[in-house]
């Protein structure tokens, strides 16, 4: 796991995001974030037994990225996107 660079010290919405380093739309949607300066935390399903299962076990979903605000699974890369073209990652921008 690890918290991206923009994330430290931040007391914004909690993102969690499941990834692998494999797929091409973890990059994205990582990358997206921390362009627009939005903490997250990146829990890497390639790097530790049990994470797949935690993360359909919490998404009912079996493909990454999954991404989760506050707890709540929104989808992936496609939903992020979605996310941003309505103006609704702007509040999770950190100043």
């Given amino acids: 796991m690890r918290t991206s660079v ?3 010290g931040a007391k914004l ?3 969690e995001i499941y990834t692998a380093w ?3 739309g973890s990059l994205k949607a ?3 974030l921390e362009t627009l300066h939005i903490p997250f935390r990146e829990i890497d399903v390639t790097k530790g037994e049990g ?3 935690e993360m359909v076990a919490r998404s009912g979903r079996d493909t990454v990225p999954q991404i989760f ?3 709540e ?5 496609d939903e ?4 941003k073209a309505d103006g609704q990652l702007d509040r999770l921008r950190q100043k």
């Fill in 69 to 71: 605000i506050d707890g």
């Fill in 22 to 24: 494999w797929c091409p």
């Fill in 51 to 53: 994470r797949v299962e």
């Fill in 30 to 32: 990582k990358n997206l």
């Fill in 80 to 83: 992020l996107v979605g996310l």
């Fill in 13 to 15: 919405d909690k993102i």
């Fill in 6 to 8: 923009a994330a430290q």
């Fill in 73 to 77: 699974a929104i989808g992936g890369w």
